[in-house]
């Protein structure tokens, strides 16, 4: 862990400061029933616990330490309870990793996306005084709840989570919602006609001539 | 094309408010040049990805490189003033060939004709700046009939007590197929008294030249047409335009400045195309950028003979800017509550639900009185799965993870579907919504931007929340659960027109009852920014209709001189 990282202020970027509204606009509101203790969901995530413990390594936008830390944690958001795909499923991890490669994204949305993984691992160092590296799955789960209720972490694990539901959701042209697995667990009514290569998001400002 | 020509008409925009113009100018033999700050999309490269469409600024441009400033007020009564950069909101609506008309979700309402004497009808309203339009109704109608033909409005008129006067019996092509929920709601209406009007669309349901019909792929409004069905102004006016050889499109064609000749008359438009700067000279200009870029370019455009900006002589320019008053309601239907017949039914894909109700736009009412109300227009939640997932994850303001999460996203997607109303009223004018420069923030080119004050008049609220009441009777009797509703002051972005509101008197207005520019003998503008007050409908189809006007003046104007050149 790169000590600068570590010592960072946990600022959350403006853009990011009210999650709801940046989910939810005007149009889109919602009248909410209750409120569901967030701790009421540890202990429901399954199966993972007896699998063998997997390689994590570094790729050109992580460390071997981030990338466990993002794969640990959407696991937890998003588990594989036996309801619905799972984030392997919908290739979760590659997808964020599509996202930090986002040139036009701003700097500063990126940079938060990766700070969010490094102040993970600080609140990991700080509660249980161990690398998140080491922590079991109990203490991830443990670790995610702690996180979510930090202003900074609400923040930061509701963006994790938008895009977890991307990857479910969005068409599987970008390498997600494997063999439409996400649209099928939703029920999703398929919209045509659907992208093709020229007109991803990867190409169609080059297509249209925009860049 | 010829950099170097000179056009009869250059024209900045190409969205609803310029599209009239470009047909009509091109079909009468004359020049046209449209110089469009976005790409030129075609029909081709529009498909149904929610990535592109919805999610990312593909459509828009790059908020890190265009933005606006947007000034709110706190609780305290303190405006703040925040860069669209640095926060979740984007008042940008459709960069490209045809604009935000691409985007559209064509709900199209005519204005009525009280709407065109809302201070002679109404009365003033402390702190808000109504007057009456210095035209009528009538004026309007023959083209709002036009666009009915021309850009092509689907429905079916039905008497009702608030429908407007017509010119035609129909409308030329024949309603939408609707989901079984608009019969429901049709029967929930007659059971409590209320009337449920059939509400019109600007989507083709029949062959038009090269357009083909509605094909029902239930992504429309925000999506592209994939079909040519939804009229855009690209699709349905400047291909045609394109087809007389008079029309030459310039995209990517960002407009800084015009430039006038001393005398107050515009010879050149100035604009960045691959980052250098160009100019494009005509005898008459047309600016129809949507409102807010609209102002923000007259404002910036100040000379030696306009020195606060074109037309600002007032200090009118981006004054009474408008948004749209209203909200939105929604409430569950859920399957296990229906009939397995009726749950089949609405579970269909097909999301065109069409019926509004508009009994209540002039409300009377024992403690609100006489005033004047507004429209409820009835809708399923959008097919597209993201916002439905996204409304999951936060729930009294707690963060919804894990298996929770996962259930809570299955029930809502295969155990209900989620019908909505949204209500449309007058954002009434006032001193606080307007659009200025911002004196420190630039674009990528180091032009100031607009900075936006976004203030509302309590009043809006209180039309809209009696609006709400009556949309919520109706979900009630559908048997939806969980109804809710929400107004606020916050404007719907996509919904904005005002800032040169047209007029008799120079003194109180920019734009004359031609919309031209009253000092400037040679500059229209034909986007929203000319209305004085919205109505109490979606503008689309008055923007349209007006555009259409104006161009009627222009041919009556220019048609009868000795040669097409102006």
Request: proline letters at 5%; hydrophobic letters at 35%.
């Amino acid at each position: 862990m790169d000590e600068k990282h570590i010592n960072k202020t946990k600022s959350i970027p403006t853009i990011f400061k009210n999650i709801e509204d940046w989910q939810i606009n005007r149009r889109k509101f919602v009248k909410t029933l209750g409120v569901t203790a967030i701790i009421s969901q540890i202990g429901v995530v399954a199966s993972c616990t007896s699998q063998p413990k997997e390689i994590y390594e570094a790729n050109e936008y992580l460390t071997a330490l981030q990338t466990e830390i993002v794969k640990r944690i959407q696991e937890v958001l998003f588990p594989n309870d036996g309801n619905g795909p799972s984030v392997n499923d919908i290739n979760a991890f590659q997808h964020f990793l599509w996202i930090l490669s986002d040139q036009r994204k701003p700097k500063s949305s990126i940079e938060y996306y990766i700070n969010g993984i490094d102040w993970s691992e600080e609140t990991a160092q700080e509660t249980y005084a161990k690398s998140f590296s080491e922590l079991n799955d109990k203490e991830v789960e443990e670790l995610v709840a702690i996180i979510a209720d930090e202003s900074w972490g609400k923040s930061w694990l509701s963006i994790m989570l938008t895009f977890i539901l991307e990857a479910l959701a969005l068409d599987p042209i970008y390498n997600i919602n494997t063999s439409k697995v996400g649209w099928q667990w939703l029920g999703q009514y398929e919209g045509t006609p659907r992208p093709n290569d020229n007109i991803t998001y990867n190409k169609i400002f080059k297509t249209i001539g925009a860049e | 094309m010829e950099q170097n020509k000179t056009y009869d008409f250059c024209i900045v925009g190409s969205g609803a408010g310029a599209g009239p113009i470009i047909y009509e100018m091109s079909k009468a033999g004359f020049k046209v040049l449209v110089l469009e700050k976005g790409p030129w999309m075609k029909t081709e490269h529009f498909a149904k990805d929610e990535l592109v469409s919805c999610r990312r600024s593909v459509y828009t441009p790059n908020k890190q490189d265009e933005f606006h400033v947007i000034e709110s007020q706190h609780k305290n009564g303190e405006w703040h003033a925040q860069a669209t950069r640095d926060s979740s909101k984007d008042y940008w609506n459709g960069s490209c060939v045809g604009g935000s008309s691409n985007f559209m979700s064509a709900y199209f309402h005519r204005m009525k004709p009280k709407d065109f004497r809302l201070l002679s009808e109404y009365g003033p309203i402390e702190g808000a700046n109504i007057v009456d339009w210095p035209v009528n109704y009538n004026d309007f109608e023959p083209f709002y009939t036009k666009v009915e033909s021309v850009v092509g409005v689907s429905g079916e008129v039905r008497q009702h007590s608030t429908l407007e006067p017509r010119s035609t019996p129909d409308y030329p092509y024949p309603p939408l197929k609707t989901n079984a929920i608009a019969n429901w709601i049709d029967k929930a209406g007659k059971d409590l008294g209320i009337e449920i009007v059939h509400g019109a669309r600007g989507i083709l349901t029949q062959q038009k030249n090269d357009r083909n019909p509605c094909y029902h792929s239930n992504y429309c409004g925000s999506y592209g047409c994939s079909s040519n069905a939804k009229g855009s102004s690209r699709v349905a006016l400047i291909n045609e335009a394109l087809k007389t050889g008079n029309c030459d499109i310039i995209p990517n064609a960002k407009v800084f400045h015009l430039e006038t000749d001393g005398n107050k008359k515009i010879v050149k438009a100035h604009y960045y195309l691959a980052n250098k700067k160009q100019t494009a000279t005509a005898n008459t200009f047309v600016v129809a950028c949507q409102a807010i870029e609209t102002s923000r370019l007259l404002l910036a455009s100040k000379n030696s003979d306009f020195p606060n900006g074109l037309g600002n002589e007032n200090g009118l320019v981006g004054k009474n800017l408008i948004f749209s008053g209203g909200g939105v309601g929604g409430g569950n239907l859920y399957f296990d509550e229906l009939s397995a017949e009726d749950a089949k039914s609405i579970k269909n894909p097909e999301s065109f639900v069409n019926r509004a109700i508009q009994q209540w736009y002039e409300i009377n009412d024992e403690e609100l009185g006489h005033l004047k109300g507004g429209t409820i227009d009835f809708l399923f939640e959008h097919t597209n799965p993201m916002p439905k997932l996204s409304r999951q994850k936060i729930k009294g303001g707690k963060l919804i993870y894990g298996s929770k999460l996962k259930s809570n996203i299955q029930k809502y997607f295969k155990e209900q579907r989620r019908i909505k109303f949204e209500i449309f009223n007058d954002w009434l004018p006032t001193d606080n919504c307007f659009v200025e420069l911002d004196k420190n923030e630039v674009d990528k080119w180091g032009d100031p931007v607009a900075k936006v004050r976004i203030g509302y008049h309590p009043h809006d609220l209180v039309v809209a929340k009696f609006l709400a009441k009556k949309g919520e009777l109706i979900l009630d009797k559908l048997g939806a659960k969980n109804i809710s509703t929400g107004v606020s002051g916050a404007p719907s972005p996509n919904l904005v027109v005002g800032g040169c509101r047209f007029g008799n008197d120079p003194k109180t207005s920019v734009l004359d009852v031609n919309c031209k520019i009253h000092s400037i003998p040679n500059l229209y503008i034909t986007d929203g920014s000319f209305m004085p007050s919205g109505g109490s409908v979606p503008y689309t189809w008055t923007i349209y209709a007006n555009s259409f006007r104006v161009a009627d003046h222009l041919l009556k104007r220019f048609v009868n001189q000795s040669s097409n050149t102006i």
